[in-house]
Structures are given as C-alpha cells and as structure tokens.
C-alpha cells in the first residue's frame, strides 16, 4: 500500500488550505484514516482522524478550523483547514490501516507535506 498527498504550501495566517491523501495497492478494505503532524522540536501529533464508519475526531487545537473527509470509493483522506494559525505549520501525514486483498492487516504512513503559515 502507498500513500501520496498533496496540498501542502505557504500561506497567510487566516488563509486556508486543503490536503488530499490517497491510498493505492491491493486494498481490501481501510479502517481509519488519520492527519497527524510535526513541528520542528516537537512530538508528532495526531490532528483529524474518520473510521470507515465516519466517526471524526479532531485534536483541541483545531476544532472548528479543520474538516476531515473521506471518499472510501477512491481510497482518499481530505483535510480542509481555515483559519490558519502559525502555530499550524508543521509537516502533515497522513497514516491508515485496514485489510489487504489477502486478509493481512496494513497500516502505513505517507511521506508527508508541508504546511507553513506565516504571521
């Protein structure tokens, strides 16, 4: 299983961005997918996450800034970020776990994208 995203860039503090995470190999199926990130000198964080049923949860620092999505057709995580803060930039990554084809459990990490927001 592979993980590409996209979307990462530089933008104003306030300013809005949207990453897109898609997963391809012999996927059976996926159960969660997650967007978590890392600043420089800091711990990776978990930052959105939606299970295939579409449960979400968000970390404090981005409830009501952030949205996570899902399209389980094309095997894609989304996050829609707003009203972005500097505090945001970090590295984004997108991580999931399911099923294979051949009924072994996968979980992988994406290379990860940057994300700067300037004051």
């Known amino acids: 299983v592979q993980l590409q995203a996209y979307g990462g860039g530089l933008v104003q503090a306030g300013g809005s961005l949207r990453l897109a995470c898609a997963a391809s190999g012999s996927i059976l199926s996926i159960n969660a997918m997650n967007w978590y990130r890392q600043a420089p000198g800091k711990q990776r964080e978990l930052v959105a996450s939606?299970?295939?049923?579409?449960?979400?949860n968000y970390a404090d620092s981005v409830k009501g800034r952030f949205t996570i999505s899902r399209d389980n057709a094309k095997n894609t995580v989304n996050l829609q970020m707003n009203n972005l803060k500097p505090e945001d930039t970090a590295g984004y990554y997108c991580f999931v776990a399911g099923l294979l084809r051949t009924f072994t459990k996968y979980d992988v990490w994406g290379q990860g994208t940057l994300v700067t927001v300037s004051s």
């Open positions: 939606i299970t295939s049923g579409g449960k979400i």
